[in-house]
Structures are given as structure tokens and as C-alpha cells.
């Protein structure tokens, strides 16, 4: 139990301790609570956060109760609960979890004292404000990042002390105000002249000084980032902001321009106003967050500035809409929001599975300056006719949703850039996309696996040539009048094509040597067994994603993958039913820039060579399906960064690859439905005092688990 006021550094202590520790635990989740928690939703979260196979979407609450019970039992396991707000959050779900049979430790944080009850006094750590001289080191380290010493030069030392003493020990805001004079120049002029704001804040101010030294980070931000910032806080409380999505929507509100966009979202990261929560396989930012104390202050500036307001559902009187450019919608009840006001609206969020669409229609009506309209995650089958009246509008977000089907009348929305409707439930776009002059950005399809080629891909009609501007197209069924005008798209960064057969190879070929911008590549087959003749494919050398589903024509790949050898930028390969051997593996070995690689019923050889210096860069290794191997080498200085290791469905596997010892990074091995004898070797052998020779090999491997799922076996070696 960590508990403590706002903003002193709960969650980053525990969240330091977490990314250490836990891959020592069998099964590891994280998950945030808000204040007006619901306790399915919060089994649902669990349920995600672990990993645990069900369908969250439609499952009642006492099987998701069982579903953890059950998967967690036998394990050792942890489980943060971050920002807990009431003691009565852990009464009502300790019970799911198991407590025979199994080790189970729970991190709780809290700003509440009764919650740190909840522990005994030996397990619950008061986390106080840092002391003068921790403050001052956390302070040198942020305003002078770029010195190799991090030290004050003697002349900003009682300027330094100054600020340090106005953050009164809460970490958020040293962070805050030490990235703030990292961007001045380091002169006593410049930061006696930021003091003296400060001071001048704080004679018209009632807030505390702490929350001035943030009020002052975030007045110094320019005019468009300060906007993207005012954005994210319009998210519910500890909302994971996905980096691609919020940057479209940046774009959709004119805040930015796209070649400005990871810049804007580094910035704010830089600065400490938003907080890294996962990177991908390359090191960029994937998913980041707002500190609960800069978004309380963040929205205080919004609705100062009309720039937006959130609805929480709790007030007991009218919440009116007037003035508010930007409304998020973050309850079920919406008694008390005023359907009247909205003139001024430009941006409409929705959250929450269950809203009823129908008590926005008013709201609708009157928006004509809306711009965004984002109902993603809610249960909306169709959409409201109010929405293809919005003539402003430049962004739909209909992630997750159950729409169906879009209606002819979405070509009246002659200014739409983005309409997001992946895992949606729409099977056809229709006639009227093709008006769409401005769109940019199309997502549509359910959700994609990478196992199979049954990709529930959407039908797009004739005519996609005339959105001659657009930049991501995924995922589309292939056929042969589509793949013909598609490379009339020569803009498209993105594409996610399905379907596709070996009569289109010729035609798909055509239209992505015309596509010289492209980052993003993702071609599945109709079926396993569909060949892609892709001989003639020539790739841009931008590529840093190409996923390919379906089989490879063993005589051609070496031709296929020569002319891959300029492809310098591609972090990421994804191939199933390649039907890829031990004489067509190393034709893969060009791609030395290669991060991720997975190969999903891809190989079909017996022995897989790894010889030294292949993939340097390679940190995640993934091979399922390979029902032949029986012998993977590893070279010493080959993968010599590989970091994950991965391999499932490999029946014929009886010993640990060879050289794994090599492997000084790899911190994870996960082994799963290997051959049984392997398994049961390891199993045996791994509380063994003797120095067994597979134990030793694998000793340097923190995170080492086995799995049968036949037999419903799974456990952790190391």
C-alpha cells in the first residue's frame, strides 16, 4: 500500500518497482481505478490487463469473476490497483481471486488515508513531499538534462533554491518547472524573470504554489501545443491516450499540421505534461497519460477559456452546453445535460459502452461547426441522420462500435478527413464514400489476428481512385476492379488489403509500385493455401511494416527477397503460410534493420540456422505453427539484442535451442506446446540442486514459462 497526497509520486514509485519486478511473476497486470468506478467494468479491465482468453463483451459478471479465479490459480501473480479512491473497491472483488495453491501480491496507491487502512502498518508506505536536497537533485536533473554533470552553475543556485522551494517537495511540479527552464537559456536574466511571474501569480492566486509552478508550465506552452494539451484533458481520468488516434485528432481540429505531429506529442512528453505509458519494438511513444494533478488543472484552464468541458453524469442540476467549443460525455445519465446551447460545439466525445445516442440528437441539430464527433466504444448500431447534416465535420470516430452500416447520405460530409471504423461490425462502405474529396484516413474491418486469413475486411465499391488524397486505407476487400484504381492512391501511407488472390497478384503488384510513400503494408490471402505470386512486388525503401498471409513461391523467394535488400527503415515483419524452409530463411537475413519478427505457421523446416551477425537489431522473435522443426541453432553473435523469445506450436521441438546461452539480453522464453518431453525435462529438472546442462543454459533468462494447452498446463521455470 503506497498512499499520499496528490501529485507526490504514488504512481511513478510503484510504476518504477512494477516494470522491475514483474516479470519475476507468472502473470502481471496494472490496472487504474477511477472515482466513479463500476465493479464489471473494473473486472473487465483485469480481465484485459491480464491477458485471460474470454470475450469481455459478452460475459456476465460472475464469469469473469470465475475467469480470473480460474487463471490466476496456481500462478504467481501481481496485481497493482493505481488510484484507488474507497476501501470498498478491494472488499468487493478480493474474493475473485484465488488464495490456495498460488502466491498473490496486490499494490494498492491512493491519495485517501482510509484506504491505506486497508494494510498493515508494516505494508502501507506513507509517501511524503521530497525533502530540500532530493528536490534539488530531481530539479538539477530536468532543467539541466543536457549537462553531463546535471549540476547548477553557481549563479542560478539561489534562483534554483527559489523555484525548488515554491514546488514544495511535490515531484509533478520540480518535473514540470525543471523542463520548463531546460527550454530557456540558462541565464540569471531569463529565470529572474520567470520567477518573477511566478511571484505575480501568486499575489492574485489562491491555489497553492506547487499548482502555480504547473500553471506556469502550461502557460509557457505555444499557442498549438498549449491546444493539443487543453485536448487530452477532455479524456476521463487516467484515460491511455492512443498515440496514432489523438494525433488524428489534433490534425482534424486544425491544432497541427501531420508533419508536426509525434513532434507536438514529444514536446508535451518533454516536458512532463503527459506521461509515457508503452513504447513499441523501435522506442516511439505508443500509448501516454495525464497526471491526474496537471488535469485537474488543465481542465480549469479549458473551461476558462471556453475551450472545452467534460460531463460526468453526477451533477444534480442543468450542465449547460453554452459557449463550450468541446464536450466529453463521460456518464450513462444525461438527465441533466442541457440539449440546448451547443452552437459553438467543434468537438462532440462519447464514453461509455451504454449512452443512449438518441438524447444527443438535439445537440446535434444545433452543432454546424462541429468538426469531431467520436462515439467510440459505445454499443450504436446506426447513426443518427443529425450526423450526416454536419457539413463541418472532418473526423468520425466509430472504433468499436457495433455500426453495421453507414447510410448513401455520408457523402454529404463533403469535409470528412478521418472515419475511423475499425472492429466495427461494417461489412460495405457504400456508393457515396467515394465523394469523400477530403479523406485521408479510412479504417474499417473487425478485428485483425495474425493466425488466420479470416479477416472480416470490408467491400468497397468502384470509384476509390477519386480519393486521390487519402493516406491510410485498412482493410478492404481485394478484387480486381479495386486493386486496378487503388494505385491511383499514390499518397497512401497505410494499406491493408484482404482477399486477395493469385489472380490479383499481378494487378496488387501494379498498384503498390505507384504507392512510393508507403510505411504501413499488410496483404492477406483469401485462404492458407492461396499463393501470392509477388515476384514482381517492388517495395519503397519508407516500408517499416509488411505483414504477408498467405503462401510464398519457394523458387522466387530469393529473387522476392533481394529486392528487399534496400529496405533500410523495415523494423517490422509479419509472414504467415510463407511456407518458408531451412534453403529460404536466410534469403530473410537482408532485412538487417529488422526489430520484430514473426513467423505464424510460416516455416515449415526442420532445422532453423541463426548464424552470426543475423538480425542485430532484433528484439522480439515470434514462431508459431512450425510442426516440422525440431532443431533451432543460434550462432554466438547472432540476435544478439533479442530481448523475447517465443515458441508455440512446435511439436517436434525436444531440445532448448543451441546457443541460447549466447542470448545475454533475452529476459523472456516462452515455450508452448513444444514437445511434451521437453517440457516435462524442464519442468523436473528446474528445482534440481545438480547443474543440469539445459537448467545452466537458460539460467541467464529472468522470465522462463512452459505450456500445454491440452492438458491445460502452464508454469513458470524461472
Not at 501568486?202 to 502557460?219: F, G, N, Q, W, Y
Not at 459557449?323 to 462519447?350: D, I, P, Y
Not at 498498384?511 to 501470392?532: Q, T
Not at 516500408?543 to 528487399?564: D, N
Request: glycine share 6%; proline share 3%; charged share 25%.
Amino acid at each position: 500500500m503506497v498512499w499520499g497526497m496528490l501529485g507526490v509520486g504514488k504512481t511513478t514509485l510503484v510504476a518504477h518497482v512494477y516494470s522491475a519486478m514483474k516479470l519475476d511473476f507468472d502473470a502481471a497486470a496494472w490496472v487504474t481505478i477511477s472515482e466513479s468506478y463500476c465493479i464489471e467494468d473494473l473486472l473487465k479491465k483485469i480481465v484485459v490487463e491480464f491477458g485471460i482468453a474470454v470475450d469481455v463483451a459478452n460475459i456476465d459478471m460472475r464469469g469473469l469473476a470465475e475467469s480470473i479465479h480460474d487463471y490466476l490459480q496456481g500462478k504467481k501473480y501481481i496485481l497493482v490497483l493505481d488510484d484507488v479512491w474507497a476501501a470498498r473497491v478491494w472488499l468487493e472483488i478480493r474474493n475473485v481471486f484465488p488464495t490456495s495453491n498460488c502466491t498473490g501480491r496486490f499494490v494498492i496507491t491512493s491519495r485517501k488515508h482510509e484506504v491505506s487502512l486497508l494494510a498493515t502498518r508494516e505494508s502501507a508506505i506513507h509517501l511524503e513531499p521530497l525533502q530540500a536536497h532530493h528536490s534539488s537533485v530531481l530539479f538539477c536533473k530536468g532543467a539541466f538534462w543536457n549537462n553531463d554533470d546535471k549540476q547548477c552553475p553557481l549563479e542560478l543556485q539561489k534562483l534554483a533554491r527559489k523555484f525548488v522551494a515554491k514546488c514544495q517537495g511535490l515531484p509533478i511540479a520540480i518535473a514540470c518547472i525543471g523542463r520548463l527552464l531546460l527550454c530557456k537559456p540558462p541565464t540569471f536574466a531569463e529565470w529572474e524573470n520567470l520567477y518573477t511571474g511566478l511571484d505575480s501569480q501568486l499575489a492574485k492566486d489562491v491555489i497553492p504554489d506547487a499548482h502555480i509552478i504547473l500553471k506556469v508550465s502550461l502557460d509557457d506552452l505555444p499557442y498549438d501545443p498549449k491546444n493539443c494539451f487543453l485536448y487530452c484533458a477532455l479524456f476521463p481520468e487516467d484515460y491511455l491516450l492512443r498515440r496514432k488516434t489523438i494525433m488524428r485528432q489534433w490534425i482534424a481540429e486544425g491544432f497541427i499540421r501531420e508533419k508536426e505531429e509525434n513532434k507536438t506529442l514529444v514536446e508535451l512528453v518533454d516536458r512532463s505534461l503527459l506521461q509515457v505509458v508503452e513504447r513499441n519494438y523501435t522506442g516511439r511513444i505508443r500509448n501516454c497519460r495525464m497526471h491526474d494533478v496537471i488535469r485537474l488543472l488543465a481542465l480549469n484552464k479549458a473551461k476558462e477559456e471556453c475551450f472545452g468541458k467534460v460531463y460526468t453524469g453526477s451533477v444534480t442540476q442543468a450542465f449547460s452546453v453554452e459557449g463550450a467549443r468541446r464536450m466529453s460525455v463521460q456518464g450513462k445519465n444525461l438527465e441533466h445535460l442541457s440539449r440546448s446551447g451547443a452552437t459553438q460545439l467543434r468537438a462532440l466525445h462519447v464514453f461509455g459502452r451504454y449512452i443512449d445516442i438518441d438524447l444527443l440528437k438535439p445537440i446535434l441539430t444545433s452543432s454546424n461547426l462541429l468538426s469531431t464527433l467520436d462515439l467510440q466504444g459505445t454499443c450504436l448500431k446506426m447513426l443518427p441522420d443529425e450526423v450526416f447534416d454536419l457539413f463541418n465535420l472532418r473526423y468520425l470516430g466509430l472504433r468499436d462500435t457495433d455500426v453495421e452500416s453507414v447510410p448513401e447520405a455520408v457523402g454529404r460530409l463533403q469535409n470528412l478527413e478521418v472515419l475511423d471504423a475499425l472492429r466495427s461490425k461494417l461489412k460495405y462502405l457504400p456508393n457515396s464514400v467515394v465523394k469523400l474529396q477530403k479523406l485521408r484516413y479510412l479504417y474499417v474491418s473487425a478485428s485483425v489476428t495474425f493466425e488466420t486469413v479470416s479477416v472480416a475486411a470490408v467491400e468497397v465499391r468502384n470509384g476509390i481512385h477519386h480519393l486521390a488524397g487519402l493516406r491510410a486505407l485498412q482493410y478492404v476487400k481485394a478484387s480486381p476492379e479495386f486493386l486496378r484504381e487503388v494505385g491511383a492512391l499514390i499518397e497512401l501511407r497505410t494499406f491493408g488489403v484482404c482477399n486477395v488472390r493469385s489472380e490479383h497478384s499481378a494487378d496488387l503488384s501494379n498498384a503498390i509500385a505507384k504507392m512510393s510513400h508507403h510505411v504501413h503494408l499488410e496483404v492477406i490471402a483469401a485462404a492458407e493455401n492461396e499463393m501470392l505470386q509477388l515476384e514482381g512486388l517492388q517495395l519503397p525503401p519508407t516500408l517499416s511494416f509488411l505483414g504477408l498471409r498467405g503462401q510464398l513461391e519457394k523458387p522466387l523467394m530469393p529473387r522476392l527477397s533481394s529486392s528487399w535488400s534496400h529496405l533500410n527503415k523495415l523494423t517490422r515483419l509479419d509472414l504467415a503460410f510463407s511456407s518458408i524452409d531451412e534453403g529460404t530463411f536466410p534469403c530473410l537475413l537482408v532485412l538487417c534493420g529488422l526489430c520484430f519478427l514473426n513467423l505464424s505457421r510460416a516455416f515449415e523446416g526442420k532445422r532453423l540456422n541463426l548464424c552470426a551477425g543475423s538480425f542485430p537489431k532484433l528484439r522480439d522473435l515470434y514462431i508459431w505453427g512450425a510442426s516440422q522443426l525440431n532443431q533451432v541453432e543460434i550462432e554466438e553473435g547472432a540476435i544478439e539484442n533479442l530481448v523475447e523469445l517465443s515458441l508455440a506450436d512446435c511439436p517436434e521441438l525436444k531440445i532448448l535451442p543451441d546457443g541460447i546461452e549466447h542470448l545475454a539480453a533475452l529476459e523472456k522464453l516462452h515455450l508452448e506446446d513444444t514437445s511434451e518431453e521437453l517440457i516435462e525435462k524442464l519442468r523436473q529438472n528446474r528445482g534440481s540442486d545438480e547443474c543440469n546442462e539445459d537448467v545452466m543454459k537458460i539460467s541467464h533468462i529472468r522470465n522462463v514459462t512452459v505450456e500445454l494447452t491440452q492438458k491445460g498446463l502452464w508454469e513458470r521455470i524461472r
